[in-house]
């Protein structure tokens, strides 16, 4: 059986979303111009501040938490 909303469990999802959003802010206006080195470089960056922003253990650690509430719910929504 599979919950209706996978965000809920799938936290990684949380995770990509948080990197999608700053490697968008942080492209160069000559994106084509950016060799593999720079764009690196950018990933580097956009990792070290999302790793200073956000909670990315409690993140990594709370997957286990969420699958035994959608257990014990029995596959409903969970609320938080």
């Known amino acids: 059986m599979q919950p209706g909303h996978l ?3 799938m936290l ?6 948080w990197l999608r959003v700053r490697l968008e802010r942080s492209l160069p206006k000559r994106c084509w111009e950016e060799t593999p080195e720079a764009f690196a470089a950018r990933l580097r960056q956009c990792c070290a501040q999302i790793n200073a922003e956000h909670d990315v253990e409690g993140l990594c650690r709370a997957f286990p938490k969420r699958i035994q509430k959608l257990k014990d719910g029995k ?3 969970l609320t938080e």
């Open 75 to 77: 596959g409903k929504r």
């Open 7 to 9: 965000q809920e469990v």
């Open 12 to 17: 990684h999802e949380t995770a990509v979303s």
